[in-house]
């Protein structure tokens, strides 16, 4: 049988498979078979027609959080290739594998098409929603009825907008219109991403966000649990830059499983999972008492004296600071006693290797830097976690140094639209002043973003709160950019929540598993090609703001979530008699150069894209970096770079309560002593009563607090790691067929398997070998996949790649289409709980598990 003949029954064979109906309706093809490339390769124009000439445009990628500024080979009309924008001076043209899933994804024969209804009322997991396919005015004409159902008998506060993903025009949706329809829950994905990294920085610094790492002039790197080659932020640019930093400089990778990164240090230090603090602490103390610490940025006794002997107290006033505080009081407290012995006793790491880190970072300082990762921190007390990591940058004075780390530059952006508080009527204001659904700032969950009790967001005990109907149940909710159902812990806790909404709008490219739980579903544009947005980064000493705007033709009748959807939504509510966000909309967001409303929500998508960017190309930004000339080189280039970041730059003004680096950190005692008086209750009270074990004064400096463990050791005697895989774009390109081909990019992974990687000591003992299929189990759950004998495992650990296991999202990504998971969620296992401090999901250091032959 001839190639062409071979492809036309495949291509016959597809289009039968667009007939099926139920749960199917509304997309570009069936569940029965994976037509995948065949249907890439019908999209493109026929080989006789094609020119062979195209165009680089710009975009950005979201395929993790290095939101790295790309280009994309555009064709005839279709996007051939993509590689890095050769403007951004962070990364130029170096790429990571997951920007190429990107062309799989927006060509998924499985997208939705066309706007869903569901049919079938009953909500659940086994419950085929039974989707029919609907008009975008029909839709926005229902959910608009439901938002004034709710704001007709004034609870309007039972409204939620659940946001995922993000790009920087994302205000109008997020925060101005849940105000304007009267609503305090606007819920962020954040503390299911990395909020407790965050904490260590900004109670010591005062820098709430992310680090970037000069990595092409240190000397030592210490790494816990960070994977920068693979998946932390910036990746393209670690992965182009790292083989020149291993000549130049010792790295050390701490963590329980053998990661990319690790692979390619000088030294891998497979730590038992949830220690980390531990190995960090007893670091500190020998660069203490060995005087290791870098006196020009920390200072010293005045007379020159090192008085820190293990185990006695130092007097304060024999000790002169200079750009930190508190490093006495932080001795004299807890790191005293916590010697490279104590270090051994916890960790398991001889005294000698601690002791020879130590000293090879004070050698290296000042250009020396910390990482610290999710596996880390996000712990039930990876508060603590962070700070103990973080304070080794200020020890060895990294922190603004060369070859050190530092915080993102400035990007002279406008992140916030104009307020809406003005279109806010009374039933909008009264709603707006009802407890949040997450139930943030309460006394158990502080959730301090930049030191304010509530400050932050819980995003994953939304479901705990729902399923309790404490402080109220949700009635209508809009989500987009989200699967919550499959990224969040517990995650029957997400399914019996979302079964007990009435009504759910969720804005999606494919049918996830929040989906199947949705009542309404709106197709949406691809981020990478299809829509308007903008996306700053940092790294390699500069910001960028980069540019999404559509590059192709729209596949499907689709609509961009952040801008057209938001626009479409306002219209329909003025056509009913609600016409604030309306009004807002054509009275606030107005084109910067014309001056002018949108005329159609297309157009409105690109006028918000203007509008954020406008103090980059409309006003003179060389103050800042790159001088534009105008809106259209910036749409050309498709970036913005800001001037190199200047060492030294915090140096006598940190943003901290004392203006220092706090070893003591004023900042934390503030903010947390603001929190108990709130609740009418001691620091002691409210530290009990969210899990921490340190009380008083120790409580606000780098102390070890032993890891929480959930489950008996002798019926699970193993501890569990989940890690984040190469090809994870952000959890949606579990239905690209490269997903799955090329999984060994992730060490000791498989090719098109789900696997478990497991020492061969534990493996020998439990009788496994190779390929066995196996049953994880813990506390909460169970999941199946396939065992893998790996040396690159800690014994005593398990550790499988988060990403596999739908049960939704194409028939590539599930084994049965809304039935049977391919592989294993390792959400399923993980039991619920919280870093309360920061308010973050714990997904590390208390999963213990058993395994058993499935």
């Not at 009322?121 to 039974?130: F, I, L, M, Q």
């Amino acid at each position: 049988m001839s190639q062409n003949k071979l492809f036309q029954m495949r291509r016959r064979g597809f289009l039968k498979a667009t007939t099926a109906s139920g749960v199917l309706s509304g997309l570009t093809g069936g569940f029965a078979f994976n037509p995948m490339m065949e249907a890439i390769a019908d999209e493109l124009p026929k080989v006789d027609l094609r020119t062979n000439t195209g165009t680089w445009l710009p975009t950005t990628c979201q395929g993790c959080t290095s939101w790295c500024a790309k280009q994309i080979y555009v064709m005839d009309g279709r996007a051939i290739k993509v590689r890095g924008n050769p403007h951004s001076k962070i990364h130029n043209t170096a790429s990571c594998p997951r920007q190429h899933l990107g062309l799989q994804m927006v060509y998924d024969p499985d997208r939705i098409k066309t706007p869903l209804l569901r049919t079938n009322p009953k909500k659940g997991r086994n419950e085929d929603p039974k989707f029919k396919p609907i008009s975008w005015d029909q839709a926005m004409d229902l959910l608009a009825e439901k938002i004034l159902a709710l704001r007709a008998k004034n609870e309007s506060h039972k409204y939620a907008l659940l946001r995922g993903r993000y790009s920087h025009v994302n205000d109008l949706l997020y925060k101005q219109m849940t105000g304007m329809i009267g609503s305090p829950n606007n819920i962020s994905h954040s503390s299911i991403c990395a909020e407790a990294h965050k904490m260590g920085p900004y109670y010591m610094d005062g820098n709430w966000g992310y680090n970037q790492y000069d990595v092409k002039n240190t000397k030592y790197i210490l790494s816990f649990g960070a994977d920068p080659i693979a998946s932390n932020r910036q990746v393209s640019f670690y992965s182009s830059a790292w083989g020149d930093t291993l000549d130049q400089a010792k790295v050390v990778v701490v963590d329980p499983r053998l990661s990319a990164t690790a692979a390619k240090a000088h030294k891998w230090i497979p730590i038992e999972t949830g220690q980390d603090s531990a190995l960090a602490l007893a670091i500190a103390h020998v660069a203490l008492v060995k005087g290791l610490w870098h006196k020009p940025f920390v200072g010293d006794f005045k007379d020159g004296k090192n008085r820190f002997m293990a185990g006695k107290a130092v007097e304060s006033t024999q000790f002169e600071e200079i750009h930190s505080y508190g490093l006495v009081d932080w001795w004299n407290l807890a790191l005293k006693d916590y010697t490279p012995e104590w270090g051994e006793s916890i960790t398991g790491i001889p005294a000698a290797d601690i002791v020879e880190m130590a000293t090879d970072m004070g050698k290296a300082a000042p250009a020396v830097q910390v990482w610290t990762a999710r596996g880390a921190v996000m712990q039930t007390r990876g508060t603590y976690t962070s700070m103990a990591c973080h304070a080794l940058n200020g020890i060895f004075g990294g922190i603004d140094s060369k070859g050190g780390l530092f915080p993102y530059n400035k990007v002279p952006l406008n992140k916030s639209f104009p307020d809406s508080k003005p279109y806010m009527d009374a039933v909008a204001k009264k709603g707006k002043k009802a407890e949040k659904i997450d139930q943030r700032g309460r006394l158990a969950m502080p959730a301090l973003k930049k030191g304010k009790s509530g400050g932050g967001v819980v995003t994953d005990n939304v479901a705990n709160a729902i399923n309790a109907a404490d402080p109220y149940n949700i009635e209508v909710m809009l989500a987009y950019f989200n699967n919550f159902v499959f990224a969040g812990t517990e995650t029957k806790r997400w399914e019996d929540a979302l079964s007990k909404v009435d009504f759910i709008a969720h804005v999606t490219t494919n049918i996830s598993e929040f989906s199947m739980f949705s009542d309404l579903l709106l197709p949406a544009s691809h981020h990478m090609f299809e829509k308007w947005g903008v996306l700053t980064a940092s790294g390699n000493g500069h910001a960028t703001a980069s540019i999404q705007k559509p590059n192709i033709k729209r596949m499907h009748d689709t609509r961009q979530d952040e801008t057209e959807v938001p626009y479409m939504l306002a219209k329909k509510l003025a056509e009913k008699g609600f016409d604030a966000p309306w009004r807002y909309i054509n009275e606030q967001i107005l084109d910067p150069e014309t001056g002018k409303p949108a005329k159609d929500a297309e157009e409105f998508a690109e006028i918000c894209v203007k509008y954020v960017t406008a103090p980059l190309w409309n006003e003179d930004a060389s103050k800042y970096g790159d001088k534009l000339s105008g809106w259209d080189e910036f749409v050309e280039k498709g970036i913005w770079n800001s001037s190199p970041y200047p060492y030294q730059k915090r140096w006598g003004k940190f943003k901290t309560k004392t203006g220092k680096f706090e070893f003591y950190s004023k900042s934390l005692e503030k903010a947390f002593t603001a929190h108990a008086d709130k609740h009418q209750v001691t620091p002691d009270e409210a530290l009990t009563a969210c899990n921490y074990t340190n009380l008083g004064k120790v409580a606000f400096v780098p102390n070890y607090q032993a890891p929480e463990r959930d489950g008996d050791a002798n019926e699970f005697p193993l501890y569990f790691v989940d890690q984040k895989a190469r090809l994870n774009h952000e959890g949606r390109s579990a239905n690209s067929p490269w997903y799955y081909e090329f999984k060994d990019l992730d060490p000791g992974d498989d090719n098109n398997a789900d696997v478990a990687k497991i020492n061969p000591v534990d493996a020998h003992k439990l009788g496994l070998k190779d390929g066995d299929p196996i049953r994880i189990v813990s506390t909460v759950g169970a999941i199946e996949c396939t065992a893998k004998l790996w040396e690159g495992v800690r014994p005593g650990h398990v550790a499988k790649c988060f990403g596999q296991g739908h049960w939704a999202y194409g028939r590539v990504a599930s084994k049965e289409f809304g039935k049977t998971a391919r592989g294993g969620n390792n959400n399923d296992i993980i039991p619920n709980r919280y870093d309360r401090l920061s308010g973050s999901t714990a997904f590390y250091g208390h999963i213990r598990i058993r395994i058993e032959k499935a």
